[in-house]
């Protein structure tokens, strides 16, 4: 059994403790008349360019479970119950959160659970858990 969900939140604005910047008047007036003369948008002879991907948050969750198990049957004695051979049940819990800083820096926060339980009686129950923090940079 695999289960995954996702949900995606746009524009989130949670994380950069920054308020909304707001021009003064004059500033304003200055941009427009800017703008009039150049209809380039060139403005001390850089482009401007507005990003058109906003920050993004997206939540996910995968859930795993699998049950892998042989069986012994013994035809001799049909009131004997069937014996595992071998076999594993394995249960992974894996939610992670991605965060878009920029358009080339994004920051991912995992953990991943895994739990291994054995069906014969020769190991034992083995337990692993996993997270951390990885920012991924892109060059373009």
């Given at each position: 059994?695999?289960?995954?969900?996702?949900?995606?939140?746009?524009?989130?604005?949670?994380?950069?403790?920054?308020?909304?910047?707001?021009?003064?008047?004059?500033?304003?007036?200055?941009?427009?008349?800017?703008?009039?003369?150049?209809?380039?948008?060139?403005?001390?002879?850089?482009?401007?360019?507005?990003?058109?991907?906003?920050?993004?948050?997206?939540?996910?969750?995968d859930?795993?479970l699998?049950?892998?198990?042989?069986y012994?049957?013994?035809?001799?004695?049909?009131?004997d119950?069937?014996?595992?051979?071998?076999?594993?049940?394995?249960?992974?819990?894996?939610?992670?959160?991605?965060?878009?800083?920029?358009?080339?820096?994004?920051?991912?926060?995992?953990?991943?659970?895994?739990?291994?339980?054995?069906?014969?009686?020769?190991?034992?129950?083995?337990?692993?858990?996993?997270?951390?923090?990885?920012?991924?940079?892109?060059?373009?």
């Amino acid at each position: 059994i695999v289960l995954g969900f996702g949900y995606t939140i746009k524009n989130f604005k949670g994380f950069t403790g920054r308020g909304k910047k707001t021009r003064s008047r004059r500033d304003q007036e200055d941009a427009e008349t800017t703008d009039a003369q150049d209809p380039n948008n060139n403005r001390g002879g850089r482009n401007r360019v507005s990003s058109t991907r906003g920050r993004t948050l997206a939540i996910n969750f995968d859930f795993s479970l699998r049950d892998d198990v042989s069986y012994i049957f013994n035809f001799a004695s049909p009131s004997d119950a069937p014996e595992p051979d071998r076999g594993v049940k394995t249960l992974s819990i894996n939610p992670n959160v991605e965060y878009d800083l920029n358009e080339n820096l994004t920051m991912r926060f995992f953990v991943d659970f895994r739990q291994s339980t054995p069906r014969t009686t020769n190991s034992f129950r083995t337990t692993n858990v996993n997270g951390g923090v990885t920012m991924r940079f892109k060059l373009n």
